[in-house]
């Protein structure tokens, strides 16, 4: 009886091997495509959460400070200050809150090498009174909508308001 001692790896095994190391280097080229789109995205990723943040502090404060009452705390169709639908991202107008009637120009941003004009954003701003709380407790939904690339992308931040300030 002959013993083989021969070592190495048969056709079959080499096959597998280059499939199981196509897979992976595939899988991470995925990793890094889809790395590289949120990386390219993440500016405007910043300026709409700070944006949104911007606009529900603004009727925060418009509420603390009275400027406002709370039936002007509503949108257009319910009576009150904030107008309906999307609309251009504007800097605040006589009474410091965005998304109102005395809106100004659309808002531009002075970065250290350009000045970036929000012309590509929309902000709506939604309040609805929450159910079964008297009128008493509001929730305010900001949507900013803006153009990356071939993409249309949303973000939105959603919070509660009362009448109490």
Known sequence: MRISSEKGFSLAETMVAIGVLTTGVLGGAGVLVAGMKNLSSSPSDVIVAQKAQEAVEAVFAARDSHKFTW???NNVSNGGVFLNGPTSLTTPGNDGVVNTADDGPIEQIVLPTQTLTLSAYTRQIQIQDVPNENGALRTITVTITYQDGPNK?????STLISSYS
Do not use: H
Request: net charge positive.
């Open 153 to 157: 992308r949303s973000y939105v931040l």
């Open 71 to 73: 039936a002007q705390i």
